[in-house]
Every structure is written in C-alpha cells, then in structure tokens.
C-alpha cells in the first residue's frame, strides 16, 4: 500500500477476492480516516453473524469477509448479501469510532542504546537527535491500524512525519522479541525473535502476544497506544516479572 496523493477521491468498492471472499476497498493508501472507517465496518459485519461467514479482516484501509458454502448456486448468493452488508454498513457506521473511548493501551519501552540498535542511524536520517527522536516518538498519536506478518504483530500508524524513514535495506536475520521498530511512517512491536527489517528503536518488557491469555495479544485493531520511555533497570524487573508469570526465564539482556 503506496502513501502518494491521488488526483481524484478513491471511490469506496467491493470486488472479489477468490472463490470465498469479498473486500471492501475504502482507499489505496494509508489513510487513518479510512482505516477507522474500515474497522467500523469490520465490527459491524462481525455483529451481523451472517451464516456462512467464517472470519472478518478489517486492513489498514479494507474489510475483508471470508465465507464457506456447500455449492456455487450458495456461494452466489452468500457473495451478493456480503456485498450489500459492506455497502449497508459503510454507509451506516457511526461517527465516532468506539475505540477511541477507551484509554490508550500503554506500551513500556527501554529506549537505551542497548535496546536501540538503530536509534542513531534514525536521528542522523532525520537530522534529530537521539532524545528528539525518542521524544517524537513518544508524543505520536498511535493507532493499531491492523494486525497481520504474526500473531500479535500490529501495525500502528500515527508516527509524526518527522520520523519518515524507509526500511533498512538489508534486513536483520534476527529481531528479539519485545523489539519496538518504525519504518514507512508507522510503528510495529515485535511480538517473537524474528526476521525484520524495520528501525529498532527501543525494546518493551512486555509480552505482546500469549496463547494461554484471553485475549492472547496486548494490542487489537483500533487500539490507541502509548509507548511509554523506562530505563533499564525498570525493563530488568518487568521483564522479569512477565517471565516469572509465565514460567519462562527473564529476557532482560541487550540484543545480539
């Protein structure tokens, strides 16, 4: 998904997507007004309960409705009433969108050199300083606009402009878990030790993702977050804690 303006309105449509699914199409680049809309969407057509239908994926800017039918004479049918669902509820999502009643999710996050490999090249990239960028960082307005690459993976828009940096060109073979990165104007929190080629700049205690919780990930689409700057020693003791509660040993030491 591009970020570049268009010279017309995008015109919202629904296509389909395969055998078994149908899209809501409500922009074609990274619009935080249509990725509210597009979440809007997601819960209503959830609260439908429509028979057939096996998952709803509200995207940064799409809805997509997964559905299973026995014959095709089904499948037809199923698809033209999802195409009228999305249509109905687009045009009759509410103003305001529920998550934004909620407080944000606050996320605690070690930005010491140590836990920040990449702080530096973004502060020369920006012409910022290190604490600016830190600061910035931390006064953006965060939005998970989806969730998607892993369990637990959000994708959270709202970075101020002033942190546009691109991907790293080569990226890492191993990222820690916990790793707090930004690239393309947004921010992601690792939940694993994966591959990753986003800007790692700072590191959060916390769990982001645990099958044996309910719900098992911190962050959910539509969530507002809070990155919230602690120290090392404040990442050493909650880091901890998180482990003790889980039964796993501590992950308190820098990367690799």
């Known amino acids: 998904m591009v970020t570049s303006p268009r010279s017309q309105p995008f ?6 997507v395969g055998d078994a699914a149908v899209m809501l199409e409500l ?3 990274i619009d935080l007004a249509a990725n509210e809309r597009a979440q809007r969407v997601a819960a209503m057509v959830r609260v439908a309960e429509v028979d057939g239908v096996t ?9 997509t409705v997964h559905f299973s039918a026995l014959t095709a004479d089904q499948a037809r049918s199923l698809r033209a009433r999802l195409h009228d669902l999305l249509l109905t509820a687009l045009h009759h ?6 998550s934004d009643e909620r407080p944000p999710v606050a996320v605690p996050v070690c930005y010491d050199a140590a836990f ?15 604490d600016e960028v830190v600061r ?4 953006s307005q965060h939005r998970v606009l989806m969730m998607g690459f892993a369990p637990g993976f959000a994708y959270i828009g709202g970075l101020d402009a002033r942190l546009a940096v691109p991907r790293r060109p080569t990226p890492r073979a191993r990222l820690d878990a916990g790793s707090v990165a930004i690239a393309a104007g947004q921010t992601a929190v690792y939940p694993f030790a994966t591959p990753g080629g986003w800007n790692v700049i700072g590191r959060t205690p916390l ?3 645990d099958p044996a919780r309910e719900p098992p990930s911190v962050l959910q689409a539509g969530d507002r977050v809070a990155f919230v700057p602690i ?12 482990a003790s509660a889980a039964g796993r040993p501590p992950r308190g030491r820098a990367g690799r």
Request: no cysteine; charged share 15%; aromatic share 4%.
């Open 27 to 29: 922009a074609d680049a």
């Open 207 to 209: 769990a982001m993702f």
């Open 231 to 242: 120290d090392a020693a404040a990442f050493a003791r909650m880091a901890s804690e998180a």
């Open 136 to 139: 910035l960082h931390v006064a």
């Open 116 to 130: 920040a490999p990449d702080l530096a090249d973004v502060a020369t990239a920006t012409g910022l300083s290190a």
């Open 11 to 16: 015109a919202p449509r629904v296509v389909p």
């Open 93 to 98: 999502a509410p103003g305001t969108d529920a």
């Open 55 to 63: 998952d709803v994926v509200g995207a940064i800017a799409t809805v």
